[in-house]
């Protein structure tokens, strides 16, 4: 059917809307794109006369699109190489979507979009639903075409599994500001003693490079190990310089609502280290270097004014 301008106006005021849903269920802005835009062309090939409330249909659709996405997205990533994390986005990014409250923040951070993917593909939607998106179970029930029991039974169970590997953060924008420049002249010192000193006692360093830049395929754990491991990788070498085109400056940042580190050389982003710092310390460090999942946040990189970099690392 051929869309009129009024039908096409009702989608659009849904789409940011939509973005961030699929982002959020599927841990990927790219992948979250190729969704919304196939939810254009089902609006496209439906009557949109006959569909009472827009917004419901549109994410009814969607969501079941993105179901089906992380069904077959669970047998490609038993074949990824090395650890496989979420697409860090950068700090306004509209696909970040809604921040009013302390649960929409959380629900869009880098450590709990790692951690969703641990939950079965209905457990992760009826947690993004209800958490991110403030839907009532009713609502939920008839989106997934379940029972609002079972609803409120699956948001229950995702919150479980999320609080055994979740360490909440409660530490403030300054704090970690300064905890982050903290870090970075300890991991340039060329020792280890200093950054053990800010990591927890469990801290995990996770690496996600896709089999297209070198990333161990095992987390360090234990704060000693990631110590260890950062002092290395912040030492400098020709090869690591080669690897990414240059000497890349080191700007402290905000990506998925959390403290982080950008590495980027020429305005093009290679890595971004997502930072989780509670109040005994920085838990875990996550980054993202393969360059698939940088594609946007280095669009938005480049397009604004960031200033000289703190550091030019290597």
Request: with cysteine.
């Given at each position: 059917?051929?869309?009129?301008p009024r039908d096409?106006e009702r989608?659009?005021?849904?789409?940011?809307r939509?973005?961030a849903?699929a982002y959020?269920?599927l841990g990927?802005?790219?992948e979250a794109?190729?969704?919304?835009?196939?939810t254009?062309?089902?609006?496209?090939a439906?009557d949109a006369d006959?569909i009472d409330?827009?917004?419901?249909w549109?994410?009814?659709?969607?969501?079941?699109?993105?179901l089906?996405q992380?069904t077959?997205?669970r047998?490609?990533?038993?074949?990824?190489v090395?650890?496989?994390?979420?697409?860090?986005l950068l700090?306004g990014d509209?696909?970040?979507?809604?921040?009013?409250?302390?649960?929409?923040r959380e629900?869009v951070?880098?450590?709990?979009l790692a951690l969703?993917e641990?939950?079965?593909?209905k457990?992760?939607?009826v947690?993004?639903?209800?958490e991110?998106?403030?839907y009532?179970y009713?609502?939920?029930?008839?989106?997934?075409?379940i029972?609002?029991a079972a609803g409120?039974?699956?948001?229950h169970?995702?919150?479980?599994?999320?609080?055994?590997?979740r360490?909440?953060?409660?530490?403030?924008?300054?704090a970690a500001?300064?905890?982050?420049?903290?870090?970075?002249?300890a991991a340039?010192s060329?020792?280890?003693?200093?950054?053990v000193r800010l990591?927890t006692?469990?801290a995990?360093a996770?690496?996600?490079?896709?089999g297209?830049?070198?990333a161990r395929?095992k987390?360090?754990e234990?704060?000693l190990?990631?110590?260890?491991?950062?002092?290395g990788?912040?030492?400098?070498?020709?090869g690591k310089?080669a690897?990414v085109?240059?000497?890349?400056?080191i700007w402290?940042?905000?990506?998925?609502?959390?403290?982080?580190?950008v590495a980027a050389?020429?305005?093009r982003?290679?890595?971004?280290l997502?930072?989780e710092?509670?109040?005994?310390g920085i838990?875990?460090?996550?980054?993202q270097?393969?360059p698939?999942?940088?594609?946007?946040?280095?669009?938005?990189?480049?397009?604004g004014?960031h200033?000289?970099p703190?550091?030019?690392a290597?």
């Open positions: 059917m051929v869309l009129t096409v989608f659009e005021a849904s789409r940011s939509l973005g849903l959020r269920l990927s802005a790219s794109e190729d969704v919304v835009q196939e254009f062309l089902r609006w496209q439906a006959r409330v827009p917004e419901a549109l994410t009814k659709v969607l969501t079941n699109l993105c089906n992380l077959s997205a047998a490609r990533r038993e074949t990824y090395g650890q496989w994390l979420p697409e860090p700090d509209p696909m970040l979507g809604p921040a009013d409250t302390a649960e929409q629900s951070s880098y450590a709990v969703l641990r939950l079965a593909p457990e992760r939607a947690y993004v639903l209800r991110a998106f403030g009532p009713r609502e939920i029930a008839g989106v997934l075409g029972t609002e409120q039974q699956l948001f169970r995702a919150k479980k599994h999320l609080a055994e590997g360490v909440r953060s409660e530490v403030d924008a300054a500001r300064r905890v982050v420049e903290e870090f970075l002249a340039t060329g020792r280890t003693e200093p950054l990591l006692d469990d995990v996770i690496g996600d490079g896709g297209k830049v070198p395929t987390a360090f234990g704060a190990a990631v110590a260890t491991f950062l002092r990788l912040f030492k400098p070498g020709k310089r690897l085109g240059g000497s890349p400056g402290a940042t905000t990506a998925n609502g959390g403290p982080a580190l050389v020429d305005g982003i290679v890595g971004v997502c930072l710092i509670t109040a005994d838990a875990a460090f996550r980054s270097a393969n698939d999942k940088l594609v946007r946040a280095s669009r938005r990189w480049a397009a004014d200033g000289e703190l550091l030019h290597f």
